[in-house]
Each structure stands twice: as structure tokens, then as C-alpha cells.
């Protein structure tokens, strides 16, 4: 089971909602909730794509709270005809989720829906984005976007990480950083971006999805510039990683 890296988004959360107003601390008196316990309270939605391999994207709907937080949110499932490539998915998501929960330290808040992120799917993997909206209890001026990703190989019932895809993860990283730079002026971030969201740190590319185009890497709030440009994402083609990815991987990525 995947445990999607939200750190990033966390940290630029909290910095960038510095003038909103600093989320309430919590008494430590209550242990976090138990990952993968959270409620379902609806059925999956209908069926929104189907890919060549017969696995099918829908949503289920988890509420509930803890002593800190309150949660409703629609999660990304899959159904499909393998049950390991469809439990590893669902169960990465709600981990992804419950990361989320618990990743702000002893603040107050509540996590709602936010803009639904990609999904994708292709001969070799599945892959979908969980936006969510984070908001401070007392309320900030704004909620801000938390996001994290999950692609399985439906070959392997096997998560595909950043380790994955780059024999030398320094040496992708850095291609990952040149790339986004050359992409990033073409977006609302414009050619002022934030070149600190960039730098060749595994935190910084560690939401991204395949996509056919090529590896789409999604952005935090703040990361590339400021809350008001929204949340940003750019494409790296295939062909621009093929000399520092893994054959195998990338072959899956992109069939």
C-alpha cells in the first residue's frame, strides 16, 4: 500500500496561510484516528471512465470527525478485474486521506471537496489526483488546496514511486527541476514562479500522475507562487525523461 508524501503541501500551507490566521492548537489528549477506519456514508458515484483494461473510476464519500478535525470529502476508487490492483488503489487513496488528517500537527480544521483532480488510466497503470480543501477552525481569510497522488501498476498490483521511475533519483529530480522550469512560464505562475517549489528535492515532485502526454506533475498551493494563480500543474513529456527513467517503468507509464 502506497502512503502518499503530502508534506510538501503541508509545509506551504502553513507558511503561505500565515496571515489567515494560525490554526488553533488541540489538547494532546486524544490519540489521531486509526488510518483506513474512516466511514463510508455513500455508495460509489457512476462510473466516469473506463480504461482499456476494464478498470472504471468512481468516488465514495467519507465524513466523520476527530477531536480536531472534520472531514467530508469525495475519495477516487476504482473497480476493475483484478481485486489486488483494485484494493491496493482504494486502500492508497484512503491512506492518502488519512495522511491528511493527521498531517497538521495538533491544528484545528476542517477538509472538504475541492476542484476533482485527473484521473488515468492505460494499458499498464492507474493513477488519479485527491484535491481536498483545507480550511482553519476558527475560519482564515481562505481555504487553501492539499493534494496527493497515487498510480498503481495494474501489472503488479504495485505502487509506482519517484524510486521507481529513476534509477538515480538525484539525477531525475534535477531533470524534473529543468523541465518544470522551462514549463512553468507558459502557466498563471508565469515567469515569476517561485523557484524554490522547484529545486531537485523528492518533496517538490512528489504529487504527480501519468497522463498520455507525459508525467503530470501536480503543485501545492504556494508552491510556485501565490494562492491567488490557483493550483498549478505542468507536463513532462515522456521523451524528455527517457534517458534518466527506467525502461520498464516508463514503458508502463506511457502505454
Not at 486524544?30 to 488510518?35: E, L
Not at 476558527?138 to 488546496?145: D, I, K, M
Request: glycine fraction near 8%.
Amino acid at each position: 500500500m502506497r502512503t502518499a508524501i503530502v508534506t510538501a503541501g503541508i509545509v506551504a500551507l502553513l507558511a503561505g496561510c500565515s496571515t489567515a490566521g494560525t490554526p488553533t492548537a488541540a489538547p494532546d489528549t486524544a490519540a489521531s484516528p486509526t488510518s483506513m477506519a474512516l466511514p463510508i456514508t455513500s455508495a460509489p458515484s457512476p462510473t466516469t471512465f473506463t480504461s482499456p483494461v476494464g478498470y472504471s473510476f468512481s468516488t465514495v464519500r467519507v465524513a466523520g470527525s476527530t477531536d480536531r478535525v472534520t472531514y467530508d470529502v469525495s475519495i477516487p476508487q476504482i473497480e476493475g478485474p483484478d481485486p489486488a490492483v483494485v484494493g491496493e488503489f482504494n486502500e492508497s487513496m484512503h491512506a492518502a486521506f488519512q495522511d491528511q488528517i493527521d498531517g497538521f500537527a495538533n491544528a484545528r480544521f476542517s477538509l472538504a471537496d475541492a476542484r476533482p483532480g485527473p484521473t488515468y488510466a492505460g494499458s499498464s497503470v492507474v493513477g488519479a489526483v485527491l484535491n481536498t480543501s483545507w480550511d482553519a477552525n476558527p475560519p482564515g481569510a481562505h481555504p487553501t488546496y492539499v493534494i496527493a497522488t497515487v498510480t498503481v501498476n495494474t501489472a503488479t498490483a504495485e505502487p509506482i514511486t519517484l524510486h521507481d521511475v529513476f534509477p538515480d533519483l538525484q539525477v531525475g529530480l534535477q531533470r524534473l527541476s529543468e523541465q518544470s522550469a522551462l514549463l512553468l512560464p507558459s502557466t498563471p505562475a508565469g515567469t515569476d514562479f517561485e523557484a524554490s517549489g522547484i529545486e531537485p528535492a523528492e518533496s517538490n515532485f512528489a504529487n504527480w500522475v501519468p497522463s498520455s502526454a507525459g508525467m503530470n506533475i501536480r503543485f501545492s498551493d504556494y508552491q510556485v507562487g501565490p494562492h491567488a494563480i490557483g493550483l498549478i500543474d505542468v507536463t513532462i513529456p515522456w521523451g524528455a525523461l527517457a534517458d534518466v527513467a527506467d525502461p520498464r517503468t516508463l514503458n508502463a507509464l506511457s502505454s
